[in-house]
């Protein structure tokens, strides 16, 4: 609304409309000075919402994102798979509050079951990584604040994914539940997630907890089918075979009196939780943190193909398979990462462990 104003006031006006307009101009450098420098950071932010089954090789993976610096952790989102959901939740509090970061992530729990069939009956003591996932290993000190996990799971993710539209990478590691049902409840994700990187699946029709299904696509067949059926954009998946080759594998001297020889909280919790399911020959088989580190480190994956690709539902012998579309090769959205560069994976490895 416009007042009719004194002649006095108008010369007072004149001059305080000078030093508005001085205070202006400087708020407009400082404005697009700061606009500059926030457009750099998010231009090099690299957003991910991390799903997990942990795990073990899940909090490896995790820990590398989390001290990676361009890569922010919008979210964690847990799903049943290498035990139920609630221990999830747990072994990943365990690993936040390790490094304080507990209050600032948020930890969401995910589904509990398969989509449509049950799940084969197991006893969850005979997990390779005991009931809990975290072996069974009693530890010392507070207990993981169990209150900080939270159930508004998919409508968070759906949040998080609509106000970083084309920005957030979702890092699958575990079952694909939660994406599945992302995707069928909020179509809309399906195009806003920038990219998939999944651990799991075989290239090779190689299994490992059926003959020809490996552990997290066997988990739940119709979410990964789902998920590599509705996602429109392109999918990175680190296989069972490339996880498993002799390159990317290490011993257990290594691991325990190399990689595990420090005082950083993270790896002395990791290191019964990985000592006690090993037998002697057994070898240390990272997954999670291969297809963490192909996606921070792109450079260090040395051998990648792509194809079309599909899930078996209906096979006898074949349920959870992921399956090639060998004779179109070079074509097609999914990404098969078929080996990465040994030496440095090592080096970030013992980078990690250094922290
Ligand atoms: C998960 O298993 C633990 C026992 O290991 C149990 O206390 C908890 O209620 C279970 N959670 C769910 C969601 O089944
Ligand atoms: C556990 O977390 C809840 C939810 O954030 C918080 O209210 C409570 O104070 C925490 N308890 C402890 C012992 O830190
Ligand atoms: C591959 O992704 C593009 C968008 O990046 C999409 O238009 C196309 O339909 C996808 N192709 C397949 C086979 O899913
Ligand atoms: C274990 O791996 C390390 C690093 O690759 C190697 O130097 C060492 O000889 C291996 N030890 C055994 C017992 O295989
Ligand atoms: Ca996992």
């Not at 599945?180 to 299994?207: C, S």
């Not at 696509?217 to 059926?229: K, L, R």
């Amino acid at each position: 609304m416009w007042c009719r104003t004194s002649i006095k006031n108008q010369t007072m006006e004149r001059v305080s409309l000078f030093a508005l307009l001085l205070t202006a101009l400087a708020l407009v450098l400082v404005i697009s000075t700061n606009a500059k420098s926030a457009a750099n950071n998010i231009a090099s932010i690299r957003r991910v919402i991390v799903d997990v089954d942990a795990g073990p090789d899940d909090a490896w993976a995790v820990y590398h994102l989390l001290e990676t610096p361009d890569v922010h952790i919008e979210a964690i989102s847990c799903v049943r798979g290498n035990t139920n959901v609630t221990n999830v939740g747990r072994n990943v509090l365990r690993i936040l509050t390790a490094v304080g970061k507990e209050s600032e992530i948020p930890v969401y729990l995910g589904s509990n079951e398969r989509l449509i069939t049950p799940a084969p009956v197991v006893d969850p003591d005979s997990m390779f990584f005991g009931s809990d996932g975290f072996s069974d290993v009693i530890f010392e000190g507070s207990h993981p604040n169990m209150s900080l996990l939270r159930s508004d799971t998919l409508s968070e993710l759906y949040k998080l994914i609509n106000l970083y539209r084309y920005e957030i990478s979702y890092i699958s590691l575990g079952p694909l539940t939660n994406l599945a049902l992302l995707f069928k409840v909020y179509p809309e994700t399906r195009e806003w997630i920038k990219d998939v990187h999944i651990m799991g699946g075989n290239r090779h029709g190689v299994g490992n907890t059926q003959n020809a299904a490996e552990f997290n696509f066997f988990g739940d067949p119709e979410a990964a089918n789902i998920v590599i059926n509705n996602y429109l954009g392109s999918i990175n998946i680190l296989p069972w075979e490339t996880a498993s080759k002799d390159s990317l594998v290490m011993n257990q001297t290594w691991r325990f009196d190399v990689l595990g020889k420090t005082s950083n909280p993270v790896v002395q919790i990791l290191n019964p939780v990985e000592r006690k399911p090993l037998g002697p020959e057994d070898n240390w088989m990272p997954c999670d943190v291969l297809v963490a580190m192909s996606f921070t480190h792109p450079e260090l994956v040395t051998e990648r193909k792509r194809y079309r690709a599909d899930v078996e539902l209906h096979g006898w012998l074949t349920r959870g398979q992921l399956v090639l579309d060998h004779a179109n090769e070079g074509t097609g959205n999914v990404t098969i990462i078929d080996n990465m560069d040994t030496a440095g994976v090592v080096e970030k490895l013992i980078d990690l462990a250094s922290v």
